[in-house]
């Protein structure tokens, strides 16, 4: 499930190990300890793990990690003292309708993306729980000390642990929870978009939904552009000038059969028209001979699923390549300029038509306000580049 | 989850509420607004919010590079009338709301009297990983 895509580049990685902590979760819960306690426990296990596993691989790994999360649990039932007995006590009183009776850990997944939970914990949770991470890594992960992840993650547990088992989140907020984590990861040495695939890829073999397929589909194929999205230095390089050779042609065709198996089904959802964009795009040999007019009726459906701004803002650009510039800037002209990526959207529309004076002040306007560094290089280079200024260094003159 | 730095000025900010400068504050005042900072940043770190903080000395000059193999060049003490950064306090929070509640917290420090100082912080998001998908 998935294994090919989650431990690239991780040497601390123990194969094998992050797959089984759900389902040890999972097993001591059905003992009867509660969600929090098994969670704990189960961390605790994994620490240990990545510790002793590389010089003593045990023969059992999952029965190696129940037990060491039992005795976890014990270990922290002695040293909590006799407050914590009594909780213990009624741990191991099963809770009513509250232990999950199968073995599967899909009600981990929806726990975790809890709606009463933020989406930084949710995320966070997520990983800690599903995608077997420890405290540390998930710290570094997201650029903050880990005694504040490790707060973050325990407060979301302290918010849950009232929730019974049998009525989490319901299949949306799990699929947000994996979207914001494919797309909003830092690239450090946790590779969280591959995480989020190997664990929406975990999710597709527990539940049948249409969206779950959709999303797995969409995370493949903008995964499959990974290493051309990115020039030297870190420079991004937009969809129009990637080398499609860089592109994974596997996860393209995964991608596109998982989207046309789903698209079948007749139950439209915003993810998998997001795929069936991508797909259109991947399908191309060149950016030339992108089918436009086919993308724009996706992101026609894109907006009466979500009306958003920021989808009515990228149909206005789809909009722009298939009719013509002026097309999509009347069609830019009716929604929200605060909207994010609109200045750069207007500028790209004024260039392609030919309005070069009101192009380059826009794409330095966009470069005042984008969220991210690359993004406000890559804007401010296209400034510099209508002005034809030579060379490039000069980081003020965008931005005048 | 977006991070903002929250700035706090020795001078240059507009005139706060409370503006008694801090030089004429009584040593219990003093002690009241450093425990009220310390406690601040506790409930952080609680909450799950918290990346690092420091304060400023007042000390301090520009420095810059003056060519290959020559030492740096520097102009000091700052100007009297140059925007000084007192301390700062990065934070990690789930929206721009919260960044701006947590920095109108922080502006309630005791000043004078024990009254809220409603000092100016200045908020300023950090720039974020390009997100994947954009189109």
């Known amino acids: ?400 | 989850m977006p991070k903002y730095l929250l700035l706090k000025h020795y001078r240059g900010g507009k005139t706060p509420l409370n503006d008694v400068p801090g030089d004429q504050w009584t040593a219990s005042e003093w002690e009241a607004h450093v425990a009220y900072m310390d406690e601040f940043a506790d409930r952080l770190r609680d909450s799950g919010e918290f990346v690092a903080s420091a304060a400023l000395a007042m000390d301090g000059e520009w420095v810059r590079y003056d060519g290959e193999g020559r030492p740096p060049v520097t102009d000091g003490p700052f100007a009297e009338t140059k925007d000084l950064v007192a301390g700062w306090m990065l934070i990690d929070v789930d929206s721009y709301d919260r960044a701006l509640g947590l920095a109108s917290d922080l502006s309630a420090a005791p000043g004078a009297g024990g009254r809220p100082l409603g000092e100016w912080l200045e908020v300023r998001p950090v720039m974020e990983p390009a997100p994947t998908m954009t189109e």
């Not at chain 1, 830092?186 to 929406?200: F, N, V």
């Not at chain 1, 198996?261 to 997001?274: D, F, I, N």
Request: with cysteine; glycine share 8%.
């Open chain 1, 1 to 400: 499930m998935g294994r090919e895509v989650s431990h690239e580049g991780d040497p601390m990685e123990e194969p094998g190990l992050r797959e089984r902590v759900p389902h040890v979760v999972n097993t001591l819960v059905r003992r009867g300890l509660s969600f929090v306690a098994a969670e704990d426990a189960v961390q605790a296990a994994l620490v240990r793990a990545v510790e002793v596993w590389p010089q003593d691989p045990p023969g059992n790994p999952t029965g190696w990690l129940v037990t060491a999360a039992w005795r976890a649990f014990l270990d922290q039932v002695r040293s909590d003292g006799a407050r914590a007995l009594r909780e213990e006590r009624s741990a191991v009183e099963p809770q009513p309708g509250a232990a999950p009776s199968r073995d599967d850990t899909l009600w981990l997944y929806f726990l975790c993306a809890h709606p009463a939970l933020t989406p930084s914990s949710a995320v966070a949770l997520t990983l800690r729980a599903v995608g077997g991470l420890t405290t540390r890594q998930i710290a570094e992960a997201y650029l903050v000390p880990e005694a504040t992840m490790a707060q973050r993650i325990s407060r979301a547990k302290q918010r849950i642990a009232g929730v019974g088992l049998d009525r989490p989140g319901t299949v949306t907020t799990v699929l947000r929870v994996l979207y914001l984590l494919f797309n909003e990861g830092y690239s450090g040495d946790i590779d969280l978009a591959a995480e989020a695939i190997r664990l929406t890829r975990q999710l597709t073999a527990q539940i049948d939904e249409t969206e779950v397929s959709g999303l797995l589909a969409l995370m493949l194929l903008h995964h499959a552009r990974r290493e051309a999205r990115t020039g030297t230095g870190g420079r991004l390089v937009p969809l129009s000038e990637q080398d499609r050779g860089l592109w994974d042609t596997r996860l393209i065709a995964e991608g596109i059969d998982l989207l046309q198996k789903a698209l079948a089904r007749e139950r439209r959802g915003e993810y998998q028209v997001q795929a069936a964009i991508a797909a259109l795009h991947a399908d191309a040999p060149s950016a030339e001979e992108t089918d436009w007019p086919q993308i724009v009726e996706w992101y026609d459906d894109l907006v009466a699923l979500t009306g958003s701004d920021v989808v009515r803002t990228n149909r206005a650009v789809a909009l722009g390549e298939a009719e013509g510039p002026r097309a999509g800037l009347a069609a830019l002209a009716a929604i929200d300029g605060t909207t994010p990526r609109y200045a750069a959207a207007s500028a790209y529309l004024h260039e392609r038509a030919g309005d070069l004076d009101i192009a380059a002040p826009a794409y330095a306007e966009a470069a005042r306000r984008a969220t991210s560094e690359a993004e406000r290089v890559h804007l401010e280079r296209q400034a510099v580049r209508l002005r034809g200024v030579q060379g490039w260094g000069r980081s003020g003159e965008g931005s005048t």
